[in-house]
């Protein structure tokens, strides 16, 4: 049997054809995006109340809490909101994470001590290139799944959740260019879905640090943290896109950490806490959803990673293969 191979010259032909398809489609991504990333960037300059910084370096602005990009949502224009969120979860509490070392008290987190002033929320300094990388890896992310692998365990069935919750071990892999690993859960309604957890994403953060994040997709929107209008930051302390640390070794100490999300009873908002204290750090308002502004009817945990196709993927978890299957 003859097998035609590809000569040297059609690979090199093919490479190239698809480096300028790739490049032009960036191109025209990055036109479509810049403006959207411009009018972000000028509204973050906007309503700086002070600059602070973490033991770790990074930079955020306290922006007044009324202020914040939240509010941008056309959706939630004529809502009335509370600094001092009253919500029917004050006192929830679920069991403590056995090993959660990380440390969410502002003396733990601030270069200051205390992190921004009360009636302010602190929102991670930003570049017109963060924004715009930012809103890209959004766009890439849901428009081409084809580099994302994921390991999760779902809920079945025709069920409604008010809430769901992940205890996560919390590790640091090695992670290059545009590649991601992360640990997360997510609720989802339809069009609606808001995920939680930690991920190491060097092209999002500029460096390697395992961070709390969250994303959010709506039929308007989809994008991590505060990158676009939606999740409201009520906590004063905490960033959305804190360093955790210490992180979990192989055959050493594992760390945990714990994320829950609840609907709040008074609201219907969907409530955003973390670490062992059920610290809450902000809401998804039910007004920017269409399936979520009733219950959740999916849930979903587990690792996710994404490394560009023909590349070699990042650990997932905490890396190690299970045993007796080495195809896993």
Same mark, same amino acid.
Not at 93 to 97: D, E, M, N, S, T
Not at 207 to 211: F, M, V
């Given at each position: 049997m003859n097998i035609v191979r590809p000569t040297s010259s059609c690979v090199l032909m093919f490479v190239l054809l698809w480096s300028v398809l790739l490049l032009e489609s960036n191109v025209i991504a990055a036109k479509k995006f810049f403006g959207k990333s411009r009018k972000q960037l000028s509204h973050f300059d906007k309503h700086v109340v002070a600059t602070i910084q973490t033991i770790q370096g990074d930079t955020y602005n306290c922006v007044d809490f009324y202020k914040q990009p939240a509010f941008d949502h056309p959706l939630l224009k004529n809502r009335r909101f509370d600094y001092q969120l009253n919500s029917s979860l004050q006192g929830f509490?679920?069991?403590?994470?056995e090993s959660d070392s990380f440390g969410s008290e502002p003396s733990d987190i601030w270069l200051n001590g205390k992190g921004c002033p009360i009636g302010t929320v602190p929102i991670r300094k930003t570049t017109k290139t963060d924004l715009l990388k930012a809103?890209?890896?959004?766009?890439?992310?849901?428009?081409?799944?084809s580099g994302i692998r994921v390991a999760v365990l779902r809920s079945t069935g025709d069920k409604r959740y008010r809430g769901a919750g992940m205890y996560t071990s919390v590790y640091n892999h090695d992670v290059q260019g545009n590649q991601y690993t992360s640990s997360r859960f997510k609720l989802n309604?339809? #069009?609606?879905?808001?995920?939680?957890?930690?991920?190491?994403n060097p092209s999002l953060y500029h460096?390697?640090?395992?961070?709390l994040f969250i994303y959010t997709i709506t039929k308007d929107v989809h994008c991590y943290n505060t990158y676009c209008p939606g999740f409201v930051v009520t906590n004063h302390e905490i960033p959305l896109d804190v360093i955790l640390s210490p992180v979990s070794r192989r055959g050493g100490p594992i760390y945990e950490i714990k994320f829950f999300i609840m609907k709040d009873h008074y609201s219907?908002?969907?409530?955003?806490m973390f670490g062992n204290h059920d610290k809450v750090l902000g809401f998804? #308002?039910?007004?920017?959803?269409?399936?979520?502004?009733?219950f959740a009817n999916y849930a979903e945990w587990g690792g996710e990673i994404y490394s560009p196709p023909g590349t070699v993927t990042p650990r997932m978890g905490s890396g190690c293969r299970p045993y007796g299957d080495p195809k896993l």
């Open positions: 509490k679920v069991r403590a994470a809103n890209l890896d959004a766009a890439v992310t849901s428009n081409d799944n309604n339809g #069009p609606d879905s808001i995920a939680v957890g930690w991920v190491v460096d390697t640090n395992t961070r219907g908002d969907w409530v955003l998804w #308002p039910r007004d920017i959803f269409t399936g979520l502004a009733g």
